[in-house]
């Protein structure tokens, strides 16, 4: 007897169910109570010819959800980003502040070797008004005297508008002017004062203290960065000079030449420790300890401490070999000076025998 093929299968799969399961669940939003609905059907294929049907069932769930806090923070503002540049080894901070008078926020500390200016508004309703009251509103510009440039909340295109008007107040301009960049996150509903992230920084908000501790840190990487490769590039002209020496067995600098190189490493390293202040606690991290932590958050965040260790080391490296070249030197001229005077002997023995000579033959 033949069997339909809806029997065949029953006789050869007694014990196949296959089930599929739909779910359709409703989103919600945290701090809102909502209705989660659940819609489930069930296939269910059996060997028993009673249960060869499409069973469907629909439940329906209600239950009030707790608020859940988001993972991620809200009311997050606009991202404020932050450039530091180093084009000169000087600017002339009274002439600045004398140009731009009504841009010059006035210091509340005794901090003399910046300046802090604000320009404007970014928001087109407050342009003019001047109530300039969060950090992301407006813009700011840190100047330092040792060359550092800070620009807060500066576009793209304004940039060279900002540091035109500290280029007619500096002096010893670079060819290759040293650029960086930062960020700033401002967080109302940050849960710390203060958090670290990938070349970015989120805070609950930023006022004018944090813009000078922010200014602070990024002005002195972006100059310890510059006086970094004019150490290096000294390193590296003491290190052809002993690869010549070493194929050689001598060299060939000058005098003027050495005594430039050690005048430049002795001002280099006076310039990070003296103009840049390196080791000088901000004034405003000695006063609150907010301002502290995001000081020293930064400074770990750029190794300033750990660069300037290698700077010291590579100074120490060049002061070495200045030591032996002038060594050198200092015995190269007395040897010369030996051989004037072992000349001047001969010729005053060369004199004394000539005139022993002439006398007798006068004499006879």
């Known amino acids: 007897m033949l069997r339909s093929p809806v029997e065949m299968w029953r006789h050869h799969h007694h014990s196949t169910a296959i089930h599929l399961k739909t779910s359709n669940t409703s ?18 294929l059996s060997s028993d010819p009673n249960h060869n049907l499409i069973l469907s069932q629909s439940e329906s769930l209600q239950q009030s959800v707790r608020t859940i806090p988001p993972s991620f923070p809200v009311n997050i503002q606009p991202s404020i980003p932050v450039r530091a540049y180093f ?17 010059f926020i006035p210091l509340a500390s005794r901090m003399t070797n910046y300046v802090v200016l604000r320009f404007g508004s970014t928001k087109p309703e407050a342009i003019g008004s001047g109530a300039c009251i969060s950090g992301s509103d407006c813009r700011y510009m840190v100047v330092f005297q040792y060359g550092s440039i800070v620009l807060f909340n500066v576009g793209d295109d304004e940039i060279d ?29 940050l849960d710390t004062w203060m958090r670290g992230g990938l070349d970015h920084i989120m805070l609950q908000y930023l006022n ?69 202040g390196l080791f000088e606690r901000s004034d405003i991290a000695w006063k609150d300890a907010k301002y502290a932590q995001i000081w020293e958050y ?38 010369f000076l030996e051989w004037v005077i072992i000349i001047l002997i001969c010729a005053e023995i060369l004199i004394s025998v000539y005139d022993i000579g002439h006398k007798s033959l006068m004499s006879l």
């Open 208 to 276: 004018i203290d944090g813009i000078r501790t922010i200014g602070s840190v990024l002005g002195q990487s972006i100059a310890l960065d510059y006086y970094v490769r004019q150490v290096d590039g000294m390193v590296g002209e003491f290190t052809d000079i002993n690869r010549g020496m070493e194929k050689t067995g001598t060299f060939t600098m000058k005098r003027k030449k050495l005594f430039q190189l050690v005048g430049k490493a002795n001002s280099n390293l006076a310039d990070v420790i003296l103009k840049l």
């Open 27 to 44: 989103r919600f939003l945290p701090s809102q109570n909502v209705t989660i609905k659940i819609t489930r059907t069930i296939l269910s």
């Open 87 to 103: 084009f000169s080894t000087s600017v002339d901070l009274r002439s600045l502040v004398d140009r731009n008078r009504p841009n």
């Open 298 to 335: 930064l400074r770990d965040e750029f190794e300033l401490t750990q660069r300037f260790a290698s700077l010291d080391f590579k100074l120490k490296f060049v002061e070495h070999n200045i030591r032996f070249l002038q060594e050198i030197l200092q015995n190269r001229k007395s040897d």
């Open 161 to 189: 508008g900002y540091l035109k008007i500290v280029e007619r107040n500096a002096s010893g301009l670079l060819h290759e002017m040293r650029k960086d960049e930062y960020e700033v996150k401002e967080i109302p509903t």
